[in-house]
């Protein structure tokens, strides 16, 4: 680690949000991991998933190892400014429309499996009533 660590303000973390530029901030420290993007266990993905926010949650949810740990060094380049980090936002689901089951394309074969049997039945009862020989 640099004795004197470079500073990071939050805008400018959350602006490497790339496979070919991604930074995370964890447990305060900046981490450039764009290398180790290919080499990552769960896919770069994961990785971008917590660009743009304290992935320290992220990280310490999945229980790395020691190695994983010691692995990060290596990939440290400076301190986050927490005064600059925007406080933790309460999700808000995003608007959708009401669904109705009764517009879907698996309601509409329900309806015409009810449907077509009572049609075959009732056209079958017509055709032997009016060919019915007396």
Known sequence: MASDPKVHIFEEVANHNKTKDCWL????????????MDDHPG???V?????GKDATNDFEDVGHSD??????EKYYIGE?????????RTYIPPQQTPYNPDKTPE????????????????LAIAVRHYTKKE
């Open 107 to 122: 309601f509409v074969i329900k309806i015409l499996q009810f449907l077509v049997p009572l049609l075959i039945l009732g």
């Open 43 to 45: 896919g770069d993905e």
């Open 25 to 36: 901030f964890i447990s305060g420290k900046v981490y450039d991991v764009t290398p180790f």
């Open 67 to 72: 190695s994983a740990r010691e692995m990060m």
């Open 47 to 51: 990785l971008l998933s917590a660009t």
């Open 80 to 88: 986050i400014d927490p005064k600059t980090v925007p406080a933790k």
